[in-house]
Protein backbone atom coordinates (compact mmCIF):
# COMPACT_ATOMS: atom_id res chain seq x y z
CA UNK A 1 0.00 0.00 0.00
CA UNK A 2 1.40 3.49 -0.77
CA UNK A 3 1.26 6.46 1.42
CA UNK A 4 2.13 9.83 0.64
CA UNK A 5 5.47 11.26 2.74
CA UNK A 6 4.55 12.62 5.37
CA UNK A 7 6.56 15.80 5.27
CA UNK A 8 5.07 16.40 1.85
CA UNK A 9 1.66 16.58 3.27
CA UNK A 10 2.34 18.86 6.09
CA UNK A 11 4.66 20.85 3.15
CA UNK A 12 8.08 21.13 4.97
CA UNK A 13 11.44 19.96 4.68
CA UNK A 14 12.76 17.00 6.53
CA UNK A 15 15.00 19.18 8.67
CA UNK A 16 12.02 21.30 9.93
CA UNK A 17 12.25 21.83 13.56
CA UNK A 18 9.72 21.39 16.24
CA UNK A 19 8.22 24.90 15.87
CA UNK A 20 8.02 24.45 11.75
CA UNK A 21 6.40 21.43 12.17
CA UNK A 22 3.86 22.61 14.66
CA UNK A 23 2.59 26.11 12.73
CA UNK A 24 2.57 23.58 9.20
CA UNK A 25 -0.13 21.27 11.09
CA UNK A 26 -1.94 24.37 12.44
CA UNK A 27 -2.13 26.04 9.53
CA UNK A 28 -3.59 22.60 7.73
CA UNK A 29 -5.91 21.48 10.42
CA UNK A 30 -7.84 24.84 10.26
CA UNK A 31 -7.69 24.90 6.36
CA UNK A 32 -9.14 21.53 6.15
CA UNK A 33 -11.17 20.86 9.34
CA UNK A 34 -14.51 19.40 8.66
CA UNK A 35 -15.95 22.72 10.56
CA UNK A 36 -15.18 25.38 7.70
CA UNK A 37 -15.56 22.32 4.97
CA UNK A 38 -18.95 20.78 5.65
CA UNK A 39 -19.85 17.95 3.57
CA UNK A 40 -16.77 18.27 1.63
CA UNK A 41 -15.34 14.66 1.44
CA UNK A 42 -11.99 15.80 -0.45
CA UNK A 43 -10.88 18.33 2.75
CA UNK A 44 -12.26 15.67 5.46
CA UNK A 45 -9.32 13.16 4.21
CA UNK A 46 -6.74 16.11 3.54
CA UNK A 47 -7.34 16.68 7.48
CA UNK A 48 -6.77 12.82 8.34
CA UNK A 49 -3.80 12.78 6.44
CA UNK A 50 -2.80 15.86 8.35
CA UNK A 51 -3.63 14.26 11.76
CA UNK A 52 -1.38 11.33 10.45
CA UNK A 53 1.57 13.25 9.54
CA UNK A 54 1.54 15.69 12.96
CA UNK A 55 0.68 12.69 15.04
CA UNK A 56 4.02 10.93 14.08
CA UNK A 57 6.53 13.99 13.46
CA UNK A 58 5.18 15.72 16.68
CA UNK A 59 6.90 12.77 18.46
CA UNK A 60 10.45 12.43 18.67
CA UNK A 61 10.24 8.48 18.67
CA UNK A 62 7.95 8.18 16.20
CA UNK A 63 9.32 10.78 14.01
CA UNK A 64 13.18 9.11 14.51
CA UNK A 65 11.23 5.39 13.17
CA UNK A 66 9.54 6.75 9.86
CA UNK A 67 12.86 8.57 9.67
CA UNK A 68 14.56 5.30 9.44
CA UNK A 69 12.26 2.72 7.89
CA UNK A 70 9.30 4.86 6.74
CA UNK A 71 5.80 3.94 6.75
CA UNK A 72 6.76 0.24 7.73
CA UNK A 73 7.84 1.57 10.69
CA UNK A 74 4.42 0.94 11.56
CA UNK A 75 2.90 -1.67 9.74
CA UNK A 76 2.77 -5.24 10.75
CA UNK A 77 6.13 -6.85 11.57
CA UNK A 78 8.11 -3.36 12.60
CA UNK A 79 5.55 -3.03 15.89
CA UNK A 80 2.76 -1.38 14.26
CA UNK A 81 -0.61 -1.74 14.38
CA UNK A 82 -2.40 -1.79 17.54
CA UNK A 83 0.98 -1.68 19.51
CA UNK A 84 4.84 -0.39 18.90
CA UNK A 85 4.43 2.98 18.30
CA UNK A 86 0.22 2.88 17.84
CA UNK A 87 -1.73 2.36 14.28
CA UNK A 88 -3.35 4.79 12.83
CA UNK A 89 -6.83 2.95 12.28
CA UNK A 90 -10.04 4.58 11.91
CA UNK A 91 -9.88 8.34 13.11
CA UNK A 92 -12.97 8.28 15.87
CA UNK A 93 -11.17 6.36 18.56
CA UNK A 94 -7.52 5.54 17.07
CA UNK A 95 -5.33 3.97 19.44
CA UNK A 96 -2.26 5.38 20.66
CA UNK A 97 -3.79 8.89 19.25
CA UNK A 98 -4.97 11.79 21.41
CA UNK A 99 -6.53 14.92 20.39
CA UNK A 100 -6.43 16.23 23.70
CA UNK A 101 -2.86 15.78 23.69
CA UNK A 102 -1.83 17.50 20.42
CA UNK A 103 -4.00 20.44 20.93
CA UNK A 104 -2.82 20.82 24.92
CA UNK A 105 0.44 21.13 23.38
CA UNK A 106 -0.16 23.62 20.87
CA UNK A 107 -2.92 25.75 22.69
CA UNK A 108 -2.18 25.49 26.06
CA UNK A 109 -4.76 22.70 27.48
CA UNK A 110 -3.67 21.04 30.93
CA UNK A 111 -1.49 17.85 30.85
CA UNK A 112 -2.89 14.48 30.94
CA UNK A 113 -1.23 13.75 34.36
CA UNK A 114 -2.68 14.22 37.79
CA UNK A 115 -2.64 17.48 39.98
CA UNK A 116 -0.18 19.74 38.24
CA UNK A 117 2.30 21.20 40.41
CA UNK A 118 4.26 25.01 39.62
CA UNK A 119 7.48 26.43 40.32
CA UNK A 120 7.38 29.07 43.05
CA UNK A 121 7.06 32.82 41.72
CA UNK A 122 10.78 34.96 42.33
CA UNK A 123 10.78 37.75 44.65
CA UNK A 124 12.96 40.94 44.60
CA UNK A 125 14.28 42.78 47.32
CA UNK A 126 16.10 45.82 47.68
CA UNK A 127 18.85 46.63 50.04
CA UNK A 128 20.58 50.32 50.36
CA UNK A 129 24.14 50.28 51.56
CA UNK A 130 27.22 53.05 51.98
CA UNK A 131 30.07 53.43 49.35
CA UNK A 132 32.05 52.18 52.45
CA UNK A 133 30.15 48.97 52.88
CA UNK A 134 30.14 48.26 49.29
CA UNK A 135 34.01 48.75 49.37
CA UNK A 136 34.46 46.77 52.23
CA UNK A 137 31.51 44.23 52.16
CA UNK A 138 29.24 43.41 54.96
CA UNK A 139 26.66 40.45 55.84
CA UNK A 140 23.39 42.08 56.20
CA UNK A 141 19.96 40.77 58.02
CA UNK A 142 16.73 40.62 55.93
CA UNK A 143 13.10 40.23 56.49
CA UNK A 144 10.77 39.06 53.67
CA UNK A 145 7.55 37.82 53.46
CA UNK A 146 6.58 34.12 53.50
CA UNK A 147 4.33 31.46 53.67
CA UNK A 148 4.46 28.73 56.55
CA UNK A 149 2.01 25.46 57.19
CA UNK A 150 -0.91 26.23 58.97
CA UNK A 151 -0.83 24.91 62.38
CA UNK A 152 -4.96 24.80 62.72
CA UNK A 153 -5.11 22.56 59.95
CA UNK A 154 -1.61 21.32 59.68
CA UNK A 155 -1.56 21.79 55.68
CA UNK A 156 -5.00 20.47 54.60
CA UNK A 157 -6.89 23.21 54.07
CA UNK A 158 -9.95 21.59 55.70
CA UNK A 159 -11.74 22.68 58.71
CA UNK A 160 -10.47 20.60 61.75
CA UNK A 161 -12.49 17.51 62.07
CA UNK A 162 -13.50 17.53 58.56
CA UNK A 163 -11.38 16.46 55.70
CA UNK A 164 -10.95 17.42 51.56
CA UNK A 165 -13.03 14.91 49.08
CA UNK A 166 -12.64 13.32 45.79
CA UNK A 167 -13.66 16.86 43.62
CA UNK A 168 -16.94 16.07 42.08
CA UNK A 169 -15.86 17.82 39.00
CA UNK A 170 -13.04 15.59 37.23
CA UNK A 171 -13.01 12.75 39.81
CA UNK A 172 -9.96 13.53 41.44
CA UNK A 173 -8.10 14.05 37.82
CA UNK A 174 -7.73 17.70 38.30
CA UNK A 175 -8.60 18.25 34.44
CA UNK A 176 -11.75 17.68 32.55
CA UNK A 177 -12.06 17.08 28.74
CA UNK A 178 -13.53 19.61 26.53
CA UNK A 179 -14.90 18.27 23.38
CA UNK A 180 -14.98 20.64 20.52
CA UNK A 181 -16.46 18.95 16.83
CA UNK A 182 -14.30 16.06 16.46
CA UNK A 183 -11.46 17.37 18.77
CA UNK A 184 -11.21 16.64 22.77
CA UNK A 185 -9.28 18.85 25.10
CA UNK A 186 -8.37 18.87 28.28
CA UNK A 187 -8.60 21.63 30.51
CA UNK A 188 -7.52 22.29 33.94
CA UNK A 189 -10.44 21.59 36.25
CA UNK A 190 -12.25 24.86 37.12
CA UNK A 191 -13.59 23.84 40.53
CA UNK A 192 -10.53 22.12 42.39
CA UNK A 193 -7.84 23.93 40.38
CA UNK A 194 -6.01 21.25 39.02
CA UNK A 195 -5.59 19.55 42.82
CA UNK A 196 -8.28 17.01 42.22
CA UNK A 197 -9.35 17.44 45.66
CA UNK A 198 -12.34 19.76 47.03
CA UNK A 199 -12.55 21.32 50.28
CA UNK A 200 -16.47 21.82 51.42
CA UNK A 201 -15.21 23.19 54.92
CA UNK A 202 -12.28 25.08 54.29
CA UNK A 203 -10.45 26.06 57.52
CA UNK A 204 -10.87 29.14 59.19
CA UNK A 205 -7.42 30.41 59.37
CA UNK A 206 -5.93 29.81 56.12
CA UNK A 207 -9.19 29.28 54.24
CA UNK A 208 -8.28 26.44 52.38
CA UNK A 209 -5.11 26.92 51.60
CA UNK A 210 -3.08 25.57 54.00
CA UNK A 211 -0.49 27.81 54.34
CA UNK A 212 -0.50 31.21 56.46
CA UNK A 213 1.49 34.44 55.82
CA UNK A 214 4.23 34.74 57.89
CA UNK A 215 7.86 36.76 57.58
CA UNK A 216 11.25 34.88 58.12
CA UNK A 217 14.75 36.44 58.08
CA UNK A 218 17.72 35.88 56.00
CA UNK A 219 21.24 36.96 55.87
CA UNK A 220 22.76 38.57 53.02
CA UNK A 221 26.43 38.17 52.25
CA UNK A 222 27.19 41.15 50.05
CA UNK A 223 30.61 41.11 48.76
CA UNK A 224 33.23 43.47 48.37
CA UNK A 225 33.07 45.59 45.28
CA UNK A 226 29.83 45.76 44.65
CA UNK A 227 28.70 48.24 42.56
CA UNK A 228 25.16 49.75 42.24
CA UNK A 229 22.38 48.45 40.66
CA UNK A 230 24.08 44.69 40.58
CA UNK A 231 21.44 42.10 42.29
CA UNK A 232 22.60 38.71 44.55
CA UNK A 233 20.58 35.71 44.10
CA UNK A 234 19.52 33.49 46.58
CA UNK A 235 17.99 30.49 44.76
CA UNK A 236 14.97 28.86 46.48
CA UNK A 237 14.40 31.54 48.77
CA UNK A 238 11.32 32.82 46.70
CA UNK A 239 7.67 31.96 46.93
CA UNK A 240 7.17 28.15 47.62
CA UNK A 241 6.03 25.99 44.79
CA UNK A 242 2.63 24.10 44.75
CA UNK A 243 2.35 20.14 45.56
CA UNK A 244 6.13 19.45 45.60
CA UNK A 245 7.49 21.60 42.89
CA UNK A 246 10.89 23.91 43.72
CA UNK A 247 10.28 27.28 45.31
CA UNK A 248 11.19 30.73 43.28
CA UNK A 249 14.25 32.19 43.63
CA UNK A 250 15.26 35.46 45.70
CA UNK A 251 17.09 38.73 43.77
CA UNK A 252 18.43 41.12 46.09
CA UNK A 253 18.89 44.61 44.42
CA UNK A 254 21.76 47.04 45.54
CA UNK A 255 21.89 50.44 45.38
CA UNK A 256 24.55 52.37 46.88
CA UNK A 257 23.80 55.73 48.04
CA UNK A 258 25.77 58.44 46.62
CA UNK A 259 28.94 59.73 48.39
CA UNK A 260 30.10 62.94 49.35
CA UNK A 261 33.61 63.08 48.29
CA UNK A 262 33.90 60.22 45.87
CA UNK A 263 32.77 58.92 43.01
CA UNK A 264 33.08 55.41 41.39
CA UNK A 265 34.43 54.78 37.65
CA UNK A 266 31.55 54.35 35.63
CA UNK A 267 33.83 52.38 33.43
CA UNK A 268 36.08 50.50 35.91
CA UNK A 269 34.11 50.85 39.75
CA UNK A 270 37.32 49.50 40.89
CA UNK A 271 38.53 53.01 40.90
CA UNK A 272 37.87 56.21 42.61
CA UNK A 273 37.57 59.61 41.98
CA UNK A 274 37.30 63.17 44.10
CA UNK A 275 38.17 67.07 44.08
CA UNK A 276 41.25 68.25 45.65
CA UNK A 277 40.99 71.30 46.95
CA UNK A 278 44.56 73.20 47.44
CA UNK A 279 45.68 77.06 48.11
CA UNK A 280 47.32 78.45 45.28
CA UNK A 281 50.34 78.84 47.72
CA UNK A 282 51.03 74.97 47.98
CA UNK A 283 49.90 75.14 44.10
CA UNK A 284 52.66 77.64 42.75
CA UNK A 285 55.24 76.08 45.26
CA UNK A 286 54.54 72.46 45.59
CA UNK A 287 54.51 70.35 49.00
CA UNK A 288 52.57 67.40 50.63
CA UNK A 289 48.86 67.32 51.16
CA UNK A 290 46.61 64.87 53.87
CA UNK A 291 44.61 63.34 51.48
CA UNK A 292 40.74 60.96 52.32
CA UNK A 293 40.87 57.70 51.31
CA UNK A 294 37.14 55.39 52.11
CA UNK A 295 40.08 53.82 54.52
CA UNK A 296 42.08 56.99 56.32
CA UNK A 297 44.19 59.91 55.49
CA UNK A 298 47.49 59.23 53.25
CA UNK A 299 49.82 61.82 52.29
CA UNK A 300 49.84 62.73 48.18
CA UNK A 301 53.14 65.15 47.21
CA UNK A 302 52.11 68.08 45.31
CA UNK A 303 53.96 69.13 42.08
CA UNK A 304 55.02 72.65 41.75
CA UNK A 305 53.09 74.41 39.66
CA UNK A 306 50.01 72.33 39.86
CA UNK A 307 47.37 73.71 37.64
CA UNK A 308 43.10 73.43 38.43
CA UNK A 309 42.27 70.16 36.80
CA UNK A 310 45.70 67.94 36.84
CA UNK A 311 44.97 64.55 38.44
CA UNK A 312 46.77 63.28 40.88
CA UNK A 313 46.80 59.10 41.57
CA UNK A 314 46.83 57.69 44.66
CA UNK A 315 47.48 53.79 43.82
CA UNK A 316 45.79 50.95 45.64
CA UNK A 317 43.47 53.32 47.43
CA UNK A 318 40.17 52.61 45.18
CA UNK A 319 37.61 49.46 46.03
CA UNK A 320 38.70 45.93 45.33
CA UNK A 321 36.73 44.69 42.50
CA UNK A 322 33.97 42.34 43.05
CA UNK A 323 35.01 39.57 40.88
CA UNK A 324 39.10 39.33 42.79
CA UNK A 325 42.03 40.51 42.10
CA UNK A 326 43.65 43.89 42.73
CA UNK A 327 42.31 47.06 44.22
CA UNK A 328 41.40 50.14 42.22
CA UNK A 329 43.35 53.53 42.40
CA UNK A 330 41.97 56.74 44.14
CA UNK A 331 42.10 59.62 41.47
CA UNK A 332 42.12 63.24 42.89
CA UNK A 333 41.55 66.58 40.43
CA UNK A 334 42.97 69.70 41.61
CA UNK A 335 41.22 72.46 42.19
CA UNK A 336 43.38 75.39 43.61
CA UNK A 337 41.08 77.71 45.59
CA UNK A 338 40.42 81.40 45.65
CA UNK A 339 40.47 82.24 49.23
CA UNK A 340 37.52 84.33 50.53
CA UNK A 341 36.75 86.71 53.93
CA UNK A 342 41.05 87.93 53.99
CA UNK A 343 41.56 89.66 56.92
CA UNK A 344 43.95 92.85 56.77
CA UNK A 345 47.17 91.17 56.82
CA UNK A 346 45.99 88.94 54.04
CA UNK A 347 45.58 91.49 51.99
CA UNK A 348 48.72 93.44 52.40
CA UNK A 349 50.40 90.18 51.74
CA UNK A 350 49.05 89.94 48.10
CA UNK A 351 49.06 93.47 47.44
CA UNK A 352 52.74 93.43 47.89
CA UNK A 353 52.99 90.05 46.36
CA UNK A 354 50.58 91.52 43.44
CA UNK A 355 53.29 94.80 43.02
CA UNK A 356 55.89 91.94 42.59
CA UNK A 357 54.44 90.04 40.33
CA UNK A 358 53.27 92.70 37.89
CA UNK A 359 56.75 92.53 35.61
CA UNK A 360 56.72 88.62 36.02
CA UNK A 361 57.68 87.14 32.69
CA UNK A 362 54.40 85.90 31.05
CA UNK A 363 56.43 82.49 30.46
CA UNK A 364 55.95 81.98 34.30
CA UNK A 365 52.32 82.22 34.07
CA UNK A 366 51.16 79.64 30.95
CA UNK A 367 48.01 79.97 31.02
CA UNK A 368 47.94 84.03 30.60
CA UNK A 369 50.65 83.58 28.18
CA UNK A 370 48.62 80.69 25.72
CA UNK A 371 45.78 83.47 26.04
CA UNK A 372 47.25 86.60 24.92
CA UNK A 373 49.12 84.97 21.93
CA UNK A 374 45.63 83.87 20.98
CA UNK A 375 44.72 87.53 21.51
CA UNK A 376 47.71 88.74 19.67
CA UNK A 377 47.37 86.83 16.73
CA UNK A 378 43.51 87.31 16.43
CA UNK A 379 43.38 91.06 16.44
CA UNK A 380 47.24 92.02 15.72
Known amino acids: MSHKD ?81 GFGGFGGAQGFDFGDIFSQMFGGASGSRQQSYQGADLQYGIEITLEEAAAGLKKQITI ?85 QRIRLTGEGEPGTRGAPAGDLYIHISVKNHKVFQRDPENPADLHCELPIGFAIAALGGEVEVPTLTGKVKLTIPTGTQTGKRLRVKGKGV ?51 FWDWFKDKFD
Do not use: W
Request: proline share 5%.
Open 145 to 229: PAHAECDVCHGSGAKPGTSATTCRTCGGSGAIHVRQAIFQIQQTCPTCHGSGKEIKEPCHKCRGDGRVKTTKTLEVNIPAGISDG
Open 6 to 86: FYETLGISRNAGDDDIKKAYRKLAMKYHPDRNPDNKEAEEKFKEVQKAYEVLSDPQKKSAYDQYGHSAFEAGMGGGAGGFG
Open 320 to 370: KSVRGGTTGDLYCHIVVETPVNLTERQKELLREFETIASGMDLSQTPKQKS
